[in-house]
Protein backbone atom coordinates (compact mmCIF):
# COMPACT_ATOMS: atom_id res chain seq x y z
CA UNK A 1 0.00 0.00 0.00
CA UNK A 2 1.46 3.43 -0.81
CA UNK A 3 0.15 6.77 0.75
CA UNK A 4 0.88 9.50 -1.15
CA UNK A 5 2.44 12.85 0.55
CA UNK A 6 1.82 16.70 -0.26
CA UNK A 7 5.22 17.66 0.83
CA UNK A 8 5.97 21.51 0.15
CA UNK A 9 10.04 23.43 1.44
CA UNK A 10 9.65 26.11 3.25
CA UNK A 11 12.95 28.61 3.53
CA UNK A 12 13.32 29.62 6.95
CA UNK A 13 12.22 32.99 5.05
CA UNK A 14 8.97 32.22 4.82
CA UNK A 15 9.04 31.59 1.35
CA UNK A 16 7.71 28.38 0.17
CA UNK A 17 9.44 26.43 -2.44
CA UNK A 18 8.47 24.05 -5.09
CA UNK A 19 6.40 21.21 -3.84
CA UNK A 20 8.15 17.31 -3.86
CA UNK A 21 6.45 14.18 -2.82
CA UNK A 22 7.32 11.64 0.02
CA UNK A 23 5.41 8.46 0.13
CA UNK A 24 4.69 5.48 2.82
CA UNK A 25 4.89 2.40 1.21
CA UNK A 26 3.62 -0.63 3.13
CA UNK A 27 3.98 -4.47 2.37
CA UNK A 28 1.49 -6.24 1.05
CA UNK A 29 0.84 -8.27 3.73
CA UNK A 30 0.46 -5.57 6.29
CA UNK A 31 -2.26 -5.46 8.68
CA UNK A 32 -2.46 -1.30 8.20
CA UNK A 33 -4.54 -2.64 5.12
CA UNK A 34 -7.47 -3.98 7.67
CA UNK A 35 -7.18 -0.96 9.73
CA UNK A 36 -4.75 -2.38 12.45
CA UNK A 37 -1.07 -1.41 13.43
CA UNK A 38 1.31 -1.15 10.93
CA UNK A 39 3.42 -4.65 11.54
CA UNK A 40 5.75 -4.36 8.27
CA UNK A 41 9.11 -2.20 7.84
CA UNK A 42 7.31 0.58 5.00
CA UNK A 43 9.92 2.33 2.56
CA UNK A 44 9.76 5.89 1.88
CA UNK A 45 9.88 6.98 -1.93
CA UNK A 46 10.79 10.35 -2.10
CA UNK A 47 11.11 12.43 -5.10
CA UNK A 48 13.02 16.26 -6.46
CA UNK A 49 13.32 18.15 -9.32
CA UNK A 50 16.66 17.93 -10.75
CA UNK A 51 17.50 21.11 -12.75
CA UNK A 52 20.81 19.26 -13.96
CA UNK A 53 18.65 16.63 -15.41
CA UNK A 54 15.36 18.52 -16.63
CA UNK A 55 13.40 15.62 -14.59
CA UNK A 56 11.83 14.25 -11.60
CA UNK A 57 14.53 11.52 -9.90
CA UNK A 58 13.06 9.66 -7.66
CA UNK A 59 14.89 7.77 -4.31
CA UNK A 60 13.77 5.00 -2.14
CA UNK A 61 14.86 5.42 1.67
CA UNK A 62 14.46 3.26 4.33
CA UNK A 63 13.68 5.73 7.12
CA UNK A 64 10.94 8.57 6.74
CA UNK A 65 13.68 11.14 8.06
CA UNK A 66 16.10 10.41 5.44
CA UNK A 67 13.49 11.30 3.26
CA UNK A 68 12.56 14.40 4.84
CA UNK A 69 15.74 15.33 5.50
CA UNK A 70 17.07 18.24 3.44
CA UNK A 71 20.32 16.47 3.01
CA UNK A 72 18.23 13.91 0.93
CA UNK A 73 17.29 16.33 -1.80
CA UNK A 74 20.80 16.23 -2.72
CA UNK A 75 21.60 12.29 -2.54
CA UNK A 76 18.09 12.67 -4.84
CA UNK A 77 19.26 15.35 -6.98
CA UNK A 78 22.58 14.89 -8.36
CA UNK A 79 22.41 19.18 -9.14
CA UNK A 80 22.33 20.28 -5.71
CA UNK A 81 26.34 20.26 -4.23
CA UNK A 82 27.13 20.47 -0.28
CA UNK A 83 26.87 24.32 0.96
CA UNK A 84 23.83 24.74 -1.38
CA UNK A 85 22.10 27.62 0.25
CA UNK A 86 18.62 25.49 -0.77
CA UNK A 87 20.40 22.22 0.66
CA UNK A 88 20.68 24.20 4.44
CA UNK A 89 17.92 26.66 4.28
CA UNK A 90 15.13 24.55 3.51
CA UNK A 91 13.11 21.88 5.59
CA UNK A 92 10.34 19.64 4.65
CA UNK A 93 7.16 18.83 6.27
CA UNK A 94 4.82 15.53 6.09
CA UNK A 95 2.71 15.94 8.79
CA UNK A 96 -0.71 16.66 6.66
CA UNK A 97 -3.30 20.06 7.66
CA UNK A 98 -6.02 19.38 10.22
CA UNK A 99 -8.90 18.23 8.44
CA UNK A 100 -12.06 20.50 8.52
CA UNK A 101 -13.23 18.67 11.69
CA UNK A 102 -10.17 20.28 13.34
CA UNK A 103 -8.49 16.91 13.37
CA UNK A 104 -5.29 15.45 11.81
CA UNK A 105 -7.06 13.33 8.87
CA UNK A 106 -7.28 9.43 9.31
CA UNK A 107 -4.10 7.52 9.75
CA UNK A 108 -1.02 7.07 11.79
CA UNK A 109 1.53 9.83 11.09
CA UNK A 110 5.13 8.86 11.50
CA UNK A 111 7.13 12.21 12.24
CA UNK A 112 10.00 13.29 13.68
CA UNK A 113 10.83 14.99 16.79
CA UNK A 114 12.17 18.11 15.25
CA UNK A 115 8.59 18.40 13.08
CA UNK A 116 6.57 17.50 16.03
CA UNK A 117 7.76 20.72 17.77
CA UNK A 118 7.49 23.05 14.86
CA UNK A 119 4.18 21.60 13.94
CA UNK A 120 2.33 21.93 17.52
CA UNK A 121 4.92 23.61 19.81
CA UNK A 122 3.25 27.21 18.35
CA UNK A 123 2.14 28.65 22.04
CA UNK A 124 4.63 28.67 25.21
CA UNK A 125 1.66 26.45 26.74
CA UNK A 126 2.27 23.68 24.10
CA UNK A 127 6.38 24.04 24.32
CA UNK A 128 5.08 23.05 27.97
CA UNK A 129 3.38 20.60 27.52
CA UNK A 130 6.26 19.13 24.71
CA UNK A 131 8.92 19.01 27.38
CA UNK A 132 6.53 17.36 29.43
CA UNK A 133 5.86 14.55 26.67
CA UNK A 134 9.82 14.66 25.88
CA UNK A 135 10.91 13.57 29.79
CA UNK A 136 7.96 11.21 29.81
CA UNK A 137 9.64 9.75 26.72
CA UNK A 138 13.36 9.77 27.86
CA UNK A 139 11.82 7.51 30.68
CA UNK A 140 10.09 5.42 28.18
CA UNK A 141 13.18 4.63 26.26
CA UNK A 142 15.24 4.31 29.15
CA UNK A 143 13.43 0.93 29.82
CA UNK A 144 13.30 -0.17 26.04
CA UNK A 145 10.28 1.30 24.82
CA UNK A 146 11.05 1.76 21.15
CA UNK A 147 7.53 3.58 19.43
CA UNK A 148 5.00 5.83 21.43
CA UNK A 149 1.83 7.79 20.06
CA UNK A 150 0.90 11.15 20.63
CA UNK A 151 -2.83 12.25 20.62
CA UNK A 152 -5.39 14.46 22.31
CA UNK A 153 -6.65 17.84 22.07
CA UNK A 154 -2.94 18.36 21.79
CA UNK A 155 -2.86 17.44 17.79
CA UNK A 156 -5.53 19.63 16.84
CA UNK A 157 -6.10 22.75 15.75
CA UNK A 158 -7.16 23.73 19.57
CA UNK A 159 -4.92 26.99 20.24
CA UNK A 160 -4.41 26.08 23.76
CA UNK A 161 -4.90 22.35 24.62
CA UNK A 162 -5.06 21.49 28.78
CA UNK A 163 -3.06 18.65 28.35
CA UNK A 164 -2.00 15.81 25.91
CA UNK A 165 -3.00 11.79 25.66
CA UNK A 166 -0.47 9.69 24.92
CA UNK A 167 -0.07 5.45 24.68
CA UNK A 168 3.27 3.91 24.15
CA UNK A 169 4.20 -0.05 23.19
CA UNK A 170 5.25 -2.33 25.98
CA UNK A 171 7.34 -4.64 23.52
CA UNK A 172 10.53 -5.06 24.72
CA UNK A 173 9.69 -2.96 28.20
CA UNK A 174 10.90 -4.10 31.39
CA UNK A 175 8.86 -2.56 34.08
CA UNK A 176 11.17 -2.53 36.60
CA UNK A 177 12.96 0.16 34.26
CA UNK A 178 10.04 2.36 34.05
CA UNK A 179 9.64 5.17 36.31
CA UNK A 180 6.73 4.72 39.04
CA UNK A 181 5.06 7.81 37.79
CA UNK A 182 4.48 6.07 34.29
CA UNK A 183 2.22 3.40 36.13
CA UNK A 184 0.75 5.17 37.72
CA UNK A 185 -3.25 5.97 36.65
CA UNK A 186 -5.08 6.44 39.82
CA UNK A 187 -7.14 9.52 40.45
CA UNK A 188 -7.03 10.45 36.44
CA UNK A 189 -3.57 10.08 36.34
CA UNK A 190 -3.14 13.33 38.50
CA UNK A 191 0.43 12.08 39.23
CA UNK A 192 1.30 11.73 35.48
CA UNK A 193 -0.26 15.11 34.95
CA UNK A 194 1.36 16.74 37.63
CA UNK A 195 4.82 15.52 36.33
CA UNK A 196 4.69 15.23 32.31
CA UNK A 197 1.50 17.55 31.92
CA UNK A 198 -0.44 15.12 30.05
CA UNK A 199 -1.10 11.09 30.47
CA UNK A 200 0.38 8.01 28.62
CA UNK A 201 -1.41 4.29 28.85
CA UNK A 202 0.43 1.08 27.58
CA UNK A 203 -0.87 1.39 23.68
CA UNK A 204 -2.22 -2.62 24.37
CA UNK A 205 -4.29 -1.87 27.02
CA UNK A 206 -8.17 -2.02 26.78
CA UNK A 207 -9.34 1.65 27.09
CA UNK A 208 -13.05 1.05 27.33
CA UNK A 209 -15.27 -1.45 28.03
CA UNK A 210 -15.33 -3.29 25.09
CA UNK A 211 -11.37 -3.88 24.77
CA UNK A 212 -10.50 -1.38 22.49
CA UNK A 213 -6.46 -1.11 22.55
CA UNK A 214 -5.59 2.75 23.57
CA UNK A 215 -3.35 2.47 20.01
CA UNK A 216 -6.92 1.81 18.24
CA UNK A 217 -9.31 4.07 20.41
CA UNK A 218 -7.21 7.22 20.29
CA UNK A 219 -7.92 7.25 16.20
CA UNK A 220 -11.48 7.81 17.24
CA UNK A 221 -13.12 11.07 17.63
CA UNK A 222 -15.00 10.67 20.80
CA UNK A 223 -17.38 12.74 19.82
CA UNK A 224 -18.53 12.13 16.54
CA UNK A 225 -17.33 8.71 16.67
CA UNK A 226 -15.17 9.10 13.42
CA UNK A 227 -11.58 7.88 12.46
CA UNK A 228 -8.73 10.55 13.00
CA UNK A 229 -5.00 11.27 12.84
CA UNK A 230 -2.08 10.31 15.53
CA UNK A 231 1.08 10.97 15.35
CA UNK A 232 3.47 8.18 16.17
CA UNK A 233 6.90 8.89 17.73
CA UNK A 234 10.57 6.91 17.45
CA UNK A 235 11.84 6.89 20.50
CA UNK A 236 15.59 5.72 18.82
CA UNK A 237 15.38 9.32 16.91
CA UNK A 238 14.45 10.96 19.64
CA UNK A 239 17.28 13.89 21.14
Known amino acids: ??????????????VVGQLTGVEVRRAKVCTSREGRRCNCRPTYPASSWSAKDDKQLRKTFPTLAGARAPSSRARVD??????????????MTILPPFADSGNLPEEVHDA???????????????RELLDGFRRALRGLRAAGCRRAYLDGSFVTAK????DFGACWEMSGVDPDLLGPTLLMFADGRAAQKA???????????????????????FQHDTMTGKRKGIVAVDLEGLR
Do not use: K, N
Open 1 to 14: MTVARTVAWRCRCG
Open 78 to 91: GSLVPGSTQQYYCV
Open 112 to 126: PWDEIVARFGTTERR
Open 159 to 162: PEPG
Open 195 to 217: LFGGELFPAEWGADPYGTRFHDY
